[in-house]
């Protein structure tokens, strides 16, 4: 396959930000492309304006450019092709719109959405589906600009072919669709506007679009755009018809998963990329994960970068059954790909995790965030380093000591945890290098003098400079807290007792 006759495209809506779904899409496009040295292009399909949200595309964008999914044609990039926004296209609508109509592949329908509406209403108590009847005679086309004229809300609909359309596709196989589940339908609406379905095909094929990747909920439209495909003289691009992506409960997996949760109470889950994002995974490790939902390296090969897996990447590889969403296998993804990043790496996500949210942790400088890094190995997402870093971020004179910490470690045994930070402030106070091994040196050397266990110091310090009885390890806690921080916090912690003697 000659890289030049590659192009696919992602063709999102602007609703909102990017649907992991969609994120699985634009990987497989992606994928493809870079495979074949092909070209991937980026379509905004805006033609629906009742759905439009007003920022979205940059929503998609940064979600894409976030995943690290570049395009080579498309909004901010350009192309020969364009323009990329079918909002801009809409002569070019038209004139496909035009040809049909004279060619008798269209015609005006005329009726009111009262009168749709009661079509619906009266299969509905028939309890069968609707199914548009063609009108004989159909309306000519001077009637039907005529209407248009005095203002009656006509459309335009696709005169579908009296016969069997069969779909070859590269995943599923040649699908037949008998014509009798086939219906004429709507290309152009009563404002003006293409469909979807016309505006897609006219682009596919005004883009050059040569392989088609998306959902298989979209299977049953491809009949509609194969029939237009033959009606408008369009060579009918290769179609592969992705597996539908599923909780692991077999639900399918759902923008309304989120509101779902909110009516029970309960966390809502990650669906979209920024969700993603903000939950605080690593873009590699989300690439990674969703490659493999629907698609098989071989080899039993899992974890795989980018570029390994576009090497990797053929579309006889795909599956047709749905896939699973396991939450858990994703962050155990995540877990190990925070492993195996450099540290550089490391903290250019957690910084990027930080700004998202905007999370405290900006006011920490990189050297405190690498070192709070490099002491919490073992992190599943970036939210654990956050939990662990809340008594870095919070004042010095803001800190709440936990109750049941003040009680276990400082005040029993007749206060023994307070005698301990007491008796701790003037080396402290002396200490000249602020730095693990000397602290680790001082702490280790009253323990032997005193006959003590390392916990009758670390666990009174670590309650004393972070509330809790939970932190880094007290020499890293110290060392990312500062000299003069902790000496705060101690006095502070000393303060807790005078007030409550």
């Known amino acids: 396959m000659a890289s030049d006759d590659v192009r696919v495209r992602f063709a ?70 364009g323009p990329y926004f079918q909002s801009e296209r809409l002569a070019l609508y038209s004139e496909q719109t035009n040809r049909l109509l004279e060619s008798g592949d269209a015609y005006f329908a005329m009726e009111s959405p009262e009168e749709l509406a009661a079509m619906r209403e009266s299969a509905a108590s028939e309890k069968r589906s609707l199914r548009y009847a063609r009108p004989d005679p159909l309306p000519t086309v001077a009637e039907g600009l005529a209407a248009r004229e005095s203002g009656c809300g006509v459309t335009i609909r696709f005169k579908m072919p009296d016969r069997d359309i069969v779909v070859n596709d590269l995943v599923l196989g040649a699908v037949r669709i008998a014509q009798e589940e086939l219906e004429d339908f709507v290309i152009q609406k009563s404002d003006g506007w293409p469909t979807y379905h016309f505006a897609c095909v006219v682009d596919d094929a005004l883009m050059r679009i040569s392989h088609v990747l998306r959902g298989q909920e979209h299977l049953m439209n491809t009949p509609k755009h194969v029939a237009l495909q033959a009606a408008l003289g369009f060579s009918v691009p290769a179609y592969a018809h992705l597996p539908i992506i599923f909780n692991i409960d077999g639900s399918k997996m759902s923008k309304r998963d989120k509101e779902k949760a909110l009516k029970k109470g309960l966390p809502p889950p990650e669906i979209d990329v920024h969700d993603f994002r903000a939950a605080g995974y690593l873009p590699e490790a989300l690439l990674n994960f969703i490659s493999l ?61 930080a700004a998202v949210n905007d999370a405290a942790l900006l006011s920490l400088s990189d050297d405190a965030l690498t070192y709070l890094l490099r002491v919490s190995q073992g992190f599943r997402t970036f939210r654990d380093i956050e939990g662990k870093a809340s008594f870095l971020v919070t004042p010095d004179d803001a800190i709440e000591y936990d109750p049941k910490a003040v009680k276990k470690v400082l005040a029993k045994n007749d206060d023994a945890g307070y005698a301990m930070l007491e008796s701790l402030l003037g080396p402290l106070e002396a200490t000249g290098d602020w730095a693990p091994e000397p602290l680790e040196a001082l702490l280790t050397g009253l323990c032997a003098s005193n006959g003590i266990k390392l916990g009758a110091v670390a666990q009174p310090l670590r309650v004393a400079v972070t509330g809790s009885t939970v932190s880094p390890p007290i020499y890293d806690t110290l060392v990312i807290l500062g000299k003069e921080r902790s000496m705060n916090r101690i006095r502070r912690a000393l303060e807790l007792r005078r007030a409550t003697a």
């Open 12 to 81: 999102p809506s602007p609703t909102g930000y990017l649907h992991v779904g969609g994120a699985r899409t634009a990987l497989f496009n992606w994928l493809f492309a870079r495979h074949h040295g092909g070209t991937f292009v980026l379509r905004i399909e805006d033609t629906d304006r009742s759905r439009h949200v007003s920022d979205s595309v940059a929503k998609i964008t940064d979600d894409l450019r976030w995943l690290g999914l570049d395009w080579d044609e498309g909004p901010e990039v350009g192309g020969d092709a």
């Open 293 to 353: 939902l629907g698609w098989n390296p071989g080899g039993d090969r899992e974890e795989m970068t980018l570029d390994e897996t576009a090497g990797l990447f053929s579309v006889d590889r795909i599956g047709s059954a749905n896939a699973k969403f396991d939450r858990d296998k994703l962050v155990a993804f995540n877990t190990d790909w925070n492993a195996r990043v450099s540290a550089e790496r490391s903290l250019a996500g957690l910084k990027d995790f």
